[in-house]
């Protein structure tokens, strides 16, 4: 048994299918098959039943599959040792960030990050929290950056910031005259939300104790973009909440319209997670420590007192 052999096994049960597979670790097909039949054959089981399409795991090649995953990652952790022993930051970097943070966080340290540290190549991916926390368990991601908290067995939050809550108030809106907010001003259905699945709606709506009722709604809204809620409360069809950092590209003529909240100012809390292994802590650091150095400026009241709303598991 090598580990190499175990680097197959783990391709095929990822894309079931052998060709796919191969590609994805860079070998002829007849090879990867010739190789994880041996290692069938010295085990005297079968891994992978081949009759089904798409090829599925049979019972005890789940079991394999699982302990594969272990070692292959411990040793990958053997390298990882020498790297941080030599100080070197370098390699490929799997980052996975949620769509409601990408967009604004990302162009902050992107090139910082790749000027300060050019040996590393880092493959960034936009996904919600329940594909990022599935491709942390299976080693298909080093980090992401998410809300928290997660509170996911195996899973580290390293937090990076909070990021405020700012009201969105079309003119002649009944909230319109007030300079700042409170949270009990709040009325969850006079409100613009982002579809399911998004953690920031999930915020607003732990923030305002509620839940929807749309049966008096003339609409109902799936959309996962701040911009098109933007637009539709300048329509005068409701006020929205902002991610701070989203303001910072509102138009000039539109900026008299937000309105910040009263201490305590509602937050998310954004941190960066990683597997509890801790492999490759070092670019991790190092991603943490170029994010702190941009946030500082972008966001200047972080000793303000808080609330952040409890995050559910979806994103």
Do not use: W
């Not at 970097?93 to 050019?118: A, D, E, H, Q, S």
């Not at 980090?143 to 937090?159: D, N, R, S």
């Not at 953690?199 to 098109?228: H, I, M, P």
């Amino acid at each position: 048994m090598t580990i190499t052999q175990l680097q197959y096994v783990l391709a095929v049960a990822e894309h079931q299918n052998f060709t796919k597979a191969a590609q994805k670790v860079f070998v002829t097909q007849p090879t990867l098959s010739m190789q994880i039949q041996k290692l069938e054959e010295e085990l005297d089981i079968q891994i992978f039943d081949r009759s089904k399409k798409p090829i599925q795991l049979t019972e005890t090649g789940r079991k394999i599959v699982n302990q594969a995953r272990n070692i292959v990652n411990e040793s990958d952790r053997i390298q990882d040792i020498v790297d941080q022993q030599k100080g070197f930051i370098g390699g490929v970097f799997r980052l996975g960030v949620i769509p409601t943070i990408m967009p604004t966080l990302l162009p902050m340290f992107l090139n910082n990050f790749i000027r300060k540290y050019p040996k590393v190549k880092l493959k960034i991916e936009e996904l919600n929290t329940e594909a990022i926390i599935e491709k942390l368990k299976e080693g298909h991601l080093d980090a992401a950056i998410a809300a928290t908290p997660l509170e996911f067995p195996g899973i580290k939050e390293q937090v990076l910031y909070y990021e405020p809550f700012v009201a969105y108030i079309p003119e002649g809106h009944r909230l319109g005259k007030k300079n700042e907010l409170e949270v009990d001003d709040l009325d969850i259905d006079d409100m613009l939300l982002l579809e399911d699945g998004h953690c920031f709606k999930d915020g607003v709506l732990n923030l305002c104790k509620a839940s929807r009722n749309y049966e008096d709604d003339k609409f109902q809204l799936e959309s996962g973009s701040f911009e098109t809620l933007v637009k539709l409360s300048n329509e005068g069809l409701g006020m929205t909440l902002l991610p701070y950092l989203h303001t910072l590209d509102i138009k000039e003529v539109d900026i008299k319209k937000l309105k910040m909240f009263h201490e305590p100012i509602p937050a998310r809390e954004v941190s960066l997670i990683y597997n509890k292994s801790e492999l490759k802590i070092q670019i991790i650091e190092a991603l943490r420590s170029t994010i702190a150095g941009v946030i500082k400026g972008a966001i200047a009241f972080q000793n303000v007192k808080i609330i952040s709303p409890v995050n559910s598991r979806k994103s």
